[in-house]
């Protein structure tokens, strides 16, 4: 069974930048799409970004687009979340999720999920 537990969430001012992590441990195979989710006070989960294993083929939320970036390391079972230019309304708790499935900006397909990562950023 994979587990995943992320790292790398920090209190930061705006316009400064995090980098989030993601370890896949367990067995891996079969999971085609990784992605970051993130939960705001008051408001339900939702899909940030998204990457395929393989390909490395990338989706995002349109408040993100062009501010953060996702990647994956297949030789480490790592994937990554650099976010740049952060603002307050990025504050959240993150999430990486794995999906079996091909179509990774589907977010309800994800079914395999990390414990969270805080990420305050104050102006």
């Known amino acids: 069974q994979v587990q995943l537990v992320e790292s790398g969430g920090d209190s930061v001012q705006a316009g400064r930048s995090v980098r989030l992590s993601c370890v896949a441990s367990?067995?891996?195979?079969?999971?085609?799409?990784m992605a970051w989710f993130r939960q705001a006070p008051g408001k339900e989960r939702a899909g940030v970004a998204a990457?395929?294993?393989?390909?490395?083929?990338?989706y995002y939320e349109n408040s993100v687009k062009g501010r953060f970036t996702i990647s994956v390391d297949g030789a480490k079972n790592t994937w990554y979340l650099q976010m740049d230019s952060l603002t307050p309304e990025d504050t959240a708790m993150y999430y990486c999720?794995?999906?079996?499935?091909?179509?990774?900006?589907?977010?309800?397909?994800?079914?395999?999920w990390g414990q969270g990562t805080q990420v305050t950023v104050s102006s």
């Open positions: 999720a794995a999906t079996e499935r091909s179509d990774c900006n589907w977010w309800p397909g994800y079914n395999t």
């Open positions: 990457i395929t294993w393989e390909a490395g083929h990338a």
């Open positions: 367990g067995v891996r195979s079969g999971h085609n799409c």
